[in-house]
C-alpha cells in the first residue's frame, strides 16, 4: 500500500509540473550586429561585435577635434562621444586609450600638456556618461604624430584632436 501511494504521489507530482512548463517563445533575431554574431561588412570580410572595426563601424567618428590652444569639447564633439559611450556601454568587456595630438605650433612640452588635457577631456566625457574610468586610459602625443604634414589652417585643425583606440 506504501509502495502505491507513493507512486501515486509521484505520478500527481509529475503531472502537475507538466502543467506548469512554459512553451518557449518563437525565435526571434537579436537586435542586429550586437546579438554576437559576425557579420559581413559588405566586402567579404567579417566584422566582430565590440571589436575596433565594429567601434569604427558603429559610432560617428573615433576622433574629436578641437579649436586652436583649446581642449573643451563643442557640441559636435560631444556628439561623437554620445556614440562612443553608448557603444562602449554595449560592451562593458572592452578597454580603450584616447590619445591626444596637438598641432605643429608651440613647444614639445606645451603641447604634450595640452594634448594630455584633451585626452582627459574626452575621457572624463565618457566617464560622465556613464562609462568605467578604469576602462579608459589616456595618452598624449603633442605634436609628436601629425595627421597632417601641412603647415597651414586646414592641416592644423585636422592634428588638433583626441583618438579613441580600441585596445581589447
Known amino acids: 500500500m506504501a509502495r502505491t501511494k507513493s507512486g501515486f504521489l509521484l505520478a500527481?507530482?509529475?503531472?502537475?509540473?507538466a502543467g506548469c512548463t512554459k512553451t518557449p517563445p518563437p525565435d526571434v533575431p537579436g537586435?542586429?550586429?550586437?546579438?554576437?554574431?559576425?557579420?559581413?561588412n559588405g566586402g567579404g570580410d567579417t566584422i566582430r561585435p565590440g571589436s575596433a572595426e565594429d567601434f569604427k563601424r558603429s559610432?560617428?567618428?573615433d576622433t574629436v577635434h578641437f579649436a586652436y590652444d583649446q581642449y573643451d569639447l563643442d557640441a559636435q564633439a560631444r556628439a561623437i562621444l554620445d556614440t562612443q559611450a553608448q557603444w562602449l556601454l554595449r560592451y562593458?568587456?572592452?578597454r580603450v586609450t584616447i590619445?591626444?595630438?596637438c598641432d605643429e605650433r608651440g613647444t614639445r612640452e606645451y603641447?604634450?600638456?595640452?594634448g594630455d588635457r584633451r585626452a582627459n577631456a574626452a575621457k572624463n566625457y565618457l566617464a560622465a556618461r556613464g562609462v568605467a574610468p578604469g576602462r579608459i586610459t589616456t595618452i598624449s602625443y603633442g605634436?609628436?604624430?601629425?595627421?597632417?604634414?601641412?603647415?597651414d589652417e586646414a592641416s592644423w585643425a585636422q592634428n588638433r584632436r583626441a583618438v579613441t583606440i580600441v585596445i581589447s
Open 143 to 151: 605634436k609628436e604624430r601629425p595627421l597632417a604634414l601641412s603647415s
Open 59 to 61: 559610432v560617428m567618428s
Open 92 to 94: 562593458p568587456s572592452v
Open 111 to 114: 603641447n604634450l600638456a595640452l
Open 12 to 17: 500527481a507530482a509529475l503531472i502537475a509540473l
Open 31 to 40: 537586435p542586429g550586429p550586437d546579438n554576437g554574431t559576425v557579420v559581413d
Open 99 to 101: 590619445e591626444g595630438h
